[in-house]
């Protein structure tokens, strides 16, 4: 019993002690309770007010492409970054990848306004898929901010699309830059290279390609088009007869790639480079839209592209963009296992700008940022330096031209030579002397600059430039006609059994292919016919038009005039031969004077004085008869002077018969006073006897019946 109470009293004691400490620690026990609740609430009612302020955009790209993987992580990244930021905002971003078809894009489009209530569209790599989405804007009234923009920006552009950005600028200033390469290297013929598409997308680019050329004198001779590479069934072997074709049609060895896909671009370089179309001579260029592959290509595909200029848009290595590529390479490189390179394109440096874009749009309008219109207008507004520039527009496009940047493919990578600045042309910096000339916005700049730097062309090729022309090589020879029967052998012959031709026109051939800064493999063949036949058998000419060939002859040959080897030549083949040398008795050479001409001015003379003659005879007779009629009607007195007559004489030869009229008198008295005017003798006749004479006749004209 006593153990049994001692038990009980004892627990009793011990639940009486609990429940006291229960009793005091019970508002403690609430307190972390009470103060979960309120956070949990807190955050609800946070979580609640950003629900309502989120801004949903909407991203229509190709995500198994290699510029759709860098525009996908650069949007995720600027979202992301701006939403731990953000207070009051939130953007929730919506991927659409429908394809190539355009027509599909445009679906994808509607399909995010209507279910997703999207704000803002960003995407599209092309303008055939930015034209088509820019239509559903109109309809929907939403933002479309593109990556593409048009080579040739259609006229009322800004009317037609009035709810579309554009984050590029057209392709004038790169055509302008590939332009001026043709030209500094002179060449006078280029190949145009390019994937097609269904829409003909590159038809601006190579209409701005052909007239930048035609302001510095080339011209293209050939085009590659190519099917796209989604379409053929076996690209590599339409590749191949292509490139066959092209090397039978043309001459030019300059080749401009103007727009293709990867897949393509690599198949077109492999099957090249075993053609020998990527070698010694041969220059290849590639545009902007190509070069951002060179970053995501593996090194064989590089390798093949080896000696090849690259246009590549330039961007600032700033401190935002090493943060942004830090970043940028992390997250790639986690979730793109496949992919060998992780370095960010120009096209992910857009795709984070733009979100920046849309975002400052946002916190300028506040609670207004809902109104489409408004939103259109802030974003348009922007003007603001990013990962890409400067950014600011005008008439829906980026206002400021693209700065360029001149890439050489080298081994497996590639070194950047040098800038293009818009209206200055090629500049080994950014900021180049201020006295230096500009030229305007409608020519092809820097007439008398090229490439600094270093080139390495194709073939390893080093001390010249290419000729950028099919050139003759051991295994096709430059094959050169020689007639058999000539009149002058002195100027070429053939000799019997020899196998060269000798002659002055062979000796200066010779001479200008030792000049010449590389080798001419040639043949001589004999032809024994018509010269028409040989006139028709190289109607092509040896040299085409554009042939870098015919112009480095030019040159030789002046230099070899101006040094006087072909002097000595003439001299060599055309000297006196000994018979007339023993003729000639001195040296002096004759010269035409005065006295060589003595013959020519005598017979002048004689001919000119038969000719007065002739002339005068026929008026001194006339005047003759003129005086005997006077004489006849008693007009002119008898007792005239010598020198009365030589003064009538010489007023009959200055006047003429025009002071004469010849009309009929009506009387005898009127024929004399016709005659008296006339007379030599009219200064002499005084008044009075005028007067007398004027009487009688009217005396007589009144007597009359």
Excluded at 48 to 53: A, G, M, Q
Excluded at 113 to 122: F, G, H, L, N, S
Excluded at 135 to 142: E, R, V
Aim: neutral net charge; hydrophobic residues 40%; aromatic residues 8%.
């Amino acid at each position: 019993m006593k153990r049994t109470n001692m038990f009980t009293r004892k627990n009793s004691q011990v639940t009486s002690g609990l429940i006291t400490i229960n009793k005091v620690q019970k508002p403690c026990f609430l307190l972390p309770v009470l103060i979960s609740i309120l956070l949990i609430f807190s955050n609800g009612v946070e979580a609640e007010i950003r629900t309502n302020k989120v801004t949903n955009i909407g991203a229509v790209i190709d995500v198994n492409s290699r510029i759709g993987k860098e525009e996908k992580t650069a949007l995720e990244m600027a979202v992301q970054d701006f939403n731990e930021i953000s207070t009051n905002h939130a953007l929730s971003l919506h991927f659409r990848h429908p394809g190539e078809d355009p027509l599909q894009v445009a679906y994808a489009a509607e399909e995010l306004i209507k279910e997703k209530k999207v704000k803002v569209i960003i995407g599209m790599d092309n303008w055939e898929e930015a034209a088509l989405v820019a239509n559903i804007g109109n309809q929907y009234q939403i933002p479309i901010l593109s990556f593409a923009t048009p080579a040739i920006t259609p006229p009322l552009t800004a009317l037609r699309w009035p709810f579309l950005i554009r984050m590029a600028s057209d392709g004038s200033e790169q055509m302008r830059c590939i332009a001026a390469l043709v030209r500094c290297h002179n060449w006078r013929k280029v190949v145009v290279i390019y994937e097609d598409n269904v829409y003909g997308g590159e038809s601006g680019n190579l209409a701005l390609l052909s007239e930048a050329l035609q302001e510095v004198g080339s011209e293209i001779e050939y085009r590659l088009v190519l099917p796209p590479f989604s379409l053929s069934t076996d690209p590599e072997h339409v590749v191949q007869h292509e490139l066959i074709k092209l090397q039978k049609d043309s001459e030019s060895r300059v080749f401009i790639v103007l727009q293709s896909s990867l897949p393509m671009l690599t198949c077109l370089f492999r099957k090249a480079k075993n053609m020998g179309l990527v070698g010694r001579d041969t220059a290849w260029i590639v545009s902007n839209s190509v070069t951002s592959f060179l970053d995501s290509m593996n090194n064989s595909v590089i390798s093949s592209m080896g000696g090849t200029l690259g246009i590549q848009t330039y961007y600032s290595s700033s401190s935002s963009y090493q943060r942004f590529e830090a970043q940028f390479r992390k997250i790639f490189r986690a979730e793109y296992l496949d992919e060998d390179n992780f370095l960010p394109g120009i096209q992910a440096l857009r795709a984070y700008d733009s979100i920046g874009m849309v975002t400052q749009a946002i916190e300028k309008l506040g609670s207004d940022s809902s109104s489409p219109k408004m939103l259109l207008n802030s974003v348009l507004g922007s003007d603001f330096t990013g990962l890409t520039g400067e950014i600011h527009f005008k008439d829906g496009m980026l206002s400021q031209a693209p700065i360029l940047r001149i890439v050489n493919v080298v081994g497996k990578k590639y070194k950047e030579l040098d800038f293009w600045l818009p209206n200055f042309g090629f500049s080994k910096t950014l900021h180049p002397e201020e006295g230096k000339e500009r030229c305007s916005n409608s020519n092809v700049c820097n007439s008398t600059g090229c490439l600094a730097g270093p080139v390495i062309w194709p073939g390893d090729l080093n001390g010249r430039n290419p000729k950028g022309w099919a050139m003759p090589t051991n295994a096709k020879p430059l094959r050169i006609v020689v007639p058999k029967r000539t009149s002058f052998d002195k100027f070429v012959t053939f000799q019997t059994g020899e196998a060269l031709p000798e002659g002055f026109c062979i000796d200066v051939f010779n001479e200008v292919v030792e000049r010449l800064n590389y080798p001419l493999p040639h043949e001589f063949f004999e032809h024994d016919g018509l010269y028409d036949d040989m006139i028709e058998g190289v109607y092509n000419k040896a040299f085409q038009k554009g042939s870098p060939i015919a112009s480095d002859f030019s040159r030789v040959i002046l230099r070899l005039s101006e040094k006087g080897t072909l002097t000595a030549l003439e001299e060599r083949w055309f000297a006196p031969s000994p018979e007339c040398s023993t003729t000639v008795t001195h040296n002096n050479v004759e010269s035409l004077n005065l006295r060589s001409f003595k013959g020519i001015y005598i017979v002048s003379a004689t001919i000119s004085t038969i000719c007065f003659l002739l002339v005068l005879i026929p008026l001194v007779r006339n005047s003759r008869n003129h005086q005997a009629a006077n004489i006849e009607g008693n007009v002119t007195p008898s007792g005239k002077s010598g020198s009365s007559k030589g003064s009538g004489i010489s007023k009959y030869f200055y006047n003429g018969d025009k002071n004469r009229i010849p009309r009929r008198a009506s009387t005898f008295a009127q024929a004399l006073d016709t005659d008296v005017w006339v007379s030599p003798r009219w200064e002499r006749v005084s008044n009075s006897d005028n007067l007398e004479n004027h009487e009688d006749s009217s005396q007589a004209e009144i007597e009359m019946p």
